[in-house]
């Protein structure tokens, strides 16, 4: 990547793919072509099957739901009737899982892009040791942050309400937010700060005229990254709330109940499934290149 | 760039670009004081709770309308020490072996299908993006929907029963559970490591391939001799993050099999399940020896291999002269 300076396009998500690719594996004789194809294959459908099963049993009536064709026969949408059934409180699990999950991740940025400017770009000591400790923090384990804080919101009454959601859940979104930043701020070149505090600008002005504009899709696929972790959240949401207003949807869902009782409704679960799982996947089918690189950016290049 | 009026608060800008040290370490402190704040509330706080609470003991007595008797006792190390004896203790080993076992396979057989599917998806020429889109279909999927999704696929009259044509009782209790929950999250969980494992593979010049091929290096001699050293960093890194995520595996047990199964039982779950039986000492314990394992386990992972996580490593690393792109370390600072 050439280091233009001034070039935003430039500064865009990382390079994924190099394209040296094409030449590297033109030559290949036939029976290897064919090799790499069957392994294509398995890998589709090893990702893709039991996702696709999920749809199809979703799509089923109530009753086929034991049905192994690979197509619903009828199709028929009653498992997502059943899924909003009033008893389900489903509805209203989704709007407290968009509100704790966009809480979560618009408090998390704020907090998370002043933190990565400064371990990217500043220079101080204990840098690395700082980032080392918030890195850390992420693998902390849930239950024992939720233990010590049911006990802390029993007493403080905070036991179903949004505020013992969206704060615990800032434990792993934070550190996980801090990481894909400060590897999106590291690769933007220093130049650019600089060429601004030469024309006048304090650091401060040119992180927010200049750095942050450019950071903008990296800070963005930070975004999803940490909407999709706080969405996915089940073990501070199952301890924090006893009552269905509160309860997220990935909670809600394990506690569907089906027409006789005892069976375990699994059409409506994959029709709830569904639901929780497309506006998650259209938004990582559109950024996909995006994400992977944020994906990988902590781990692999920084 | 657009000139930049200055508000009248802003100091001058006299001073040269580069800030003093001084100045940087403070700025520096304020920005990152939000995030050390937060992480205090959230992280710090309930170590120190939690290991005070794993020192007392709640009364354990219950009033006919069903609210806990307020009645808190020292006990010291009691609750730890009952891991140690008795049916407590059982309970805990047997969670403490499962958290370890599942650990051990799921990253094992993660790592051999990711690093299989990275070496594929490096070598694809078409539908790169669709290979993409469907590796990431598993990552989206929440765990809670994921677990629903493999006992639906594992119940009794389910889809996987009807394939292998047995009837297996997956979701019981038994190896099976086991079984079941290892597959879940291998489904879940070893694209992800693909993923990396890949991006660590794409750094890797042509070049080096070309001239082991000229020394007439087999394929396998490549893979070990090239491949493998290159994207060990990026390998030991999501490595280390997978240990650390399966030793506090919860959801997927938890909803998949179900709570009270001992074949499945983490720490995670024993701790929860002792939470809700308002036992806050056990608890608090169980939770504080998780925590001791994922650190001491990360510090060794970190210590005796080297995962570099924050890329400290390639911070340092100074920046190639042009058009020398050899077998250095990987420095991806420098992305081609």
């Known amino acids: ?302 | 760039m657009a000139t930049i009026e200055a508000p009248p608060t802003t100091p001058p800008a006299q001073e040269a670009p580069k800030r003093s040290i001084e100045d940087q370490r403070r700025l520096a402190a304020g920005l990152l004081s939000p995030t050390v704040l937060v992480l205090a509330l959230v992280i710090g706080y309930p170590i120190i709770a939690g290991i005070r609470q794993s020192l007392f003991s709640t009364s354990q007595e219950v009033d006919p309308s069903g609210f806990v008797i307020e009645g808190e006792q020292f006990v010291g190390l009691d609750n730890y020490t009952a891991v140690f004896s008795g049916e407590a203790g059982e309970r805990f080993w047997n969670a403490f072996y499962n958290t370890t076992f599942f650990t051990v396979v799921c990253v094992a057989i993660e790592v051999v299908i990711g690093v299989a599917m990275a070496l594929i998806m490096n070598k694809a020429l078409r539908g790169k993006g669709l290979i993409r889109a469907s590796i990431l279909v598993p990552w989206a999927i929440p765990t809670v929907v994921s677990a629903l999704l493999w006992r639906w696929i594992f119940d009794a009259n389910g889809i996987a029963n009807a394939i292998i044509n047995q009837q297996i009782l997956w979701s019981t209790d038994g190896w099976q559970a086991k079984a079941a929950v290892i597959i879940a999250d291998t489904w879940k969980t070893a694209p992800f490591i693909g993923l990396l494992v890949l991006a660590g593979l794409q750094v890797i010049p042509n070049e080096v391939y070309e001239a082991a091929k000229i020394d007439g290096a087999t394929a396998f001699q490549q893979f070990r001799a090239i491949t493998l050293p290159l994207v060990r960093p990026a390998l030991l890194v999501a490595v280390l993050f997978r240990i650390l995520d399966n030793l506090r595996m919860f959801d997927l047990p938890y909803v998949l099999v179900g709570p009270g199964k001992p074949s499945v039982e983490t720490i995670s779950i024993l701790a929860f399940l002792e939470n809700n039986n308002t036992r806050f000492g056990p608890a608090a314990a169980y939770a504080v020896l998780l925590f001791l394992y994922v650190v001491l386990v990360a510090y060794a992972f970190v210590k005796l291999l080297g995962a570099d996580v924050i890329g400290e490593a390639r911070e340092k690393t100074p920046k190639p002269a042009k058009g020398q792109r050899g077998l250095r370390p990987i420095a991806r600072g420098d992305t081609p």
């Not at chain 1, 199709?75 to 209203?92: E, M, T, W």
């Not at chain 1, 179903?160 to 979104?173: D, H, T, W």
């Not at chain 1, 375990?264 to 950024?287: K, N």
């Open chain 1, 1 to 302: 990547m050439s280091r233009t300076v001034g070039a935003p396009q430039q500064v865009q998500a990382p390079p994924t793919r190099p394209s040296r690719r094409k030449a590297a594996s033109a030559d290949q004789p036939g029976w290897r072509k064919w090799l790499l194809y069957a392994g294509i294959g398995v890998i589709l459908i090893y990702c893709l099957a039991p996702f696709y099963w999920m749809v199809v049993s979703s799509l089923r009536r109530p009753s086929d739901v034991f049905q192994t064709n690979l197509l619903p026969q009828p199709p028929s949408l009653q498992n997502y009737k059943d899924a909003f059934a009033p008893a389900n409180h489903f509805g209203r699990a989704l709007f407290n899982s968009v509100f704790v999950a966009g809480t979560v991740t618009v408090l998390v940025l704020i907090i998370a892009i002043l933190s990565a400017y400064a371990l990217a770009r500043l220079k101080f000591r204990g840098k690395n040791l700082a980032l080392s400790f918030i890195i850390a923090t992420s693998m902390f384990p849930g239950i024992a942050m939720v233990i010590p804080l049911f006990s802390l919101f029993t007493d403080i009454g905070w036991i179903n309400s949004y505020q013992a959601l969206i704060l615990p859940a800032m434990s792993f979104a934070l550190p996980l937010a801090v990481w894909i930043l400060v590897a999106f701020f590291r690769q933007m070149p220093a130049e650019l700060e600089q060429a601004a505090m030469i024309d006048g600008c304090t650091q401060g002005q040119a992180f927010r005229k200049v750095i942050l504009p450019l950071a903008a899709p990296g800070v963005f696929t930070t975004a999803i990254i940490v909407f999709v972790a706080a969405w996915n959240e089940y073990i501070i949401a199952l301890t924090m709330t006893n009552k269905f207003e509160y309860r997220t949807a990935t909670v809600a869902v394990t506690f569907f109940t089906g027409a006789t009782g005892r069976d375990i409704p699994f059409g409506s679960i994959m029709a709830a499934g569904v639901i929780l799982t497309v506006p998650l996947l259209i938004m990582v089918l559109i950024f996909q290149r995006r994400i992977v690189a944020g994906l990988t950016a902590g781990g692999v290049k920084s």
